[in-house]
């Protein structure tokens, strides 16, 4: 769909997208285009081969331009908490900073599916995990649910944190209870686990392997399985009902409390981020819209097919306007939009006629026409006091989206003989280094609502 400007090895776009929002009152934001500014840096990318798993994440860095003159605002009072929640909150003081700054008041619902979510979730689970502790106990009740997820809020909100993460990532109260999982307790829950074979399978997990290998995730859902049947009459060889999928994801929960009680805060972080961004990354998390357009303009089309690809980038348009992605979930993007295409009797390749590439899925920088996709292992946002919030965006431009075939009917991530496109990745060989300073107005309708992965 867009052409890039840097030849020989294609051209890496390393976006620093930094956020300078600056707020008339306490708890309270605004998003505005002004409020944005974009630092690129063009690098040469080096021929990549295929490769069937996620990259490994680039190093985050700090910007190269003088920043911004606004700078994200947090409030400096320590908020007043209930008293009434027995978490230890000085013990991963370092997770709840970096929850907040993934979740930035005005990126929080952009990043949700890929950084923000996930962190928060994990954060949530750690603490959990380390107050199990001294409770002996991997659940809190109804009562001390409601206190402990109002002073995380309260935190992270103090920090910068979105005011409505809890809607953001649809978490509620229940969520830190044992919901329906019948083993709760610390002593009773390693009774009747293989606890050492848990601890081996995840206490050094490798992320990228791990996707693939599921050496990890097969041992969180073994134990979960086994507290999960605790109470009921019959074998854990019996396979699981639909009835049963919702308590032993429930289980799975619990199971990831104690990993996490066995762990250093900052060890059982990156497992938690490892193990989300295998899940996040096996799906598309945007809502498409009626491709009725489309199909109208593009059935048959052979000749001038301006119509079609004019329609085609209208519709790719909107998608455009609702997250960041991975590389690996935009693959899932094409691959869903062109089975889509291809139910509507569209059997040209309309990626490869009207130039659609894999950052075309991604939440767009107008002004540049330029997407974002992120690493398949997404770095944590960061924070600098004078530059504000910067993350990372790992694009390669002459990745074009794949139009499904027969032998591709979803990502083949872990298929070593499937053919897909090399993702991309970050590299310090540069390009005829040019330096841009830029306001980004980042699409001032960036108002649909994010379809949470499952």
């Not at 006091?385 to 591709?408: E, K, Q, V, Y």
Request: glycine share 4%; charged share 15%; proline share 7%.
């Amino acid at each position: 769909m867009r052409e890039s400007g840097c030849t020989a090895g294609g051209l890496l776009l390393l976006f620093l997208v930094l956020l300078t929002c600056t707020y008339t009152s306490f708890g309270s934001s605004f998003f505005t285009p002004e409020n944005y500014v974009l630092e690129a840096v063009n690098r040469n990318a080096p021929v990549i081969s295929p490769s069937t798993e996620p990259q490994p994440q680039p190093q985050p860095f700090l910007p190269l331009l003088a920043p911004s003159p606004l700078t994200p605002y947090t409030n400096e009072t320590p908020p007043t908490l209930s008293g009434l929640c027995a978490f230890n909150f000085s013990t991963v003081g370092a997770i709840m900073n970096t929850t907040a700054t993934d979740c930035w008041a005005s990126f929080a619902p952009y990043l949700a599916n890929v950084v923000c979510c996930p962190q928060f979730d994990a954060t949530l689970a750690i603490l959990l995990g380390q107050s199990s502790k001294d409770t002996g106990m991997l659940s809190l009740n109804t009562s001390n649910s409601e206190h402990c997820l109002s002073d995380v809020m309260r935190i992270l909100v103090g920090k910068g944190a979105n005011e409505t993460l809890q809607s953001i990532c649809s978490v509620n109260p229940a969520n830190l209870t044992q919901a329906s999982c019948p083993i709760v307790d610390v002593n009773e829950f390693e009774s009747s686990v293989d606890t050492s074979r848990l601890l081996a399978a995840c206490s050094n997990v490798n992320p990228v392997k791990e996707c693939c290998g599921q050496v990890c995730q097969n041992a969180i859902l073994d134990a979960a399985r086994k507290i999960s049947l605790n109470d009921l009459s019959t074998s854990i060889s019996v396979p699981i009902s639909s009835g049963h999928v919702n308590r032993l994801d429930d289980c799975r929960h619990i199971v990831l409390r104690w990993l996490s009680s066995k762990l250093d805060p900052s060890s059982a972080e990156t497992v938690l981020r490892g193990l989300s961004s295998c899940n996040t990354n096996k799906v598309c998390p945007l809502d498409f819209p009626s491709i009725s357009v489309v199909a109208e303009e593009c059935q048959g089309v052979a000749g001038n097919h301006s119509a079609c690809c004019k329609s085609m980038e209208d519709y790719v348009s909107h998608l455009q306007e609702q997250s960041f992605l991975t590389n690996l979930q935009a693959l899932n993007c094409a691959a869903s939009l062109g089975i889509k295409l291809q139910k509507a009797n569209i059997s040209r390749d309309l990626y490869e006629l009207c130039h659609i590439n894999l950052k075309d899925f991604s939440l767009q920088v107008v002004s540049q026409e330029s997407g974002c996709l992120l690493p398949s292992l997404p770095s944590d946002a960061m924070f600098d006091s004078t530059s504000g919030i910067s993350f990372i965006c790992d694009l390669n431009d002459n990745i074009a989206a794949p139009w499904p075939s027969d032998s591709i009917v979803q990502l083949p991530s872990c298929n070593k003989t499937s053919k897909i496109p090399a993702l991309p990745t970050a590299t310090s060989t540069r390009c005829g280094v040019q330096f841009l300073s830029l306001i980004v107005p980042l699409i001032a309708s960036l108002s649909l609502p994010l379809k949470m992965p499952p």
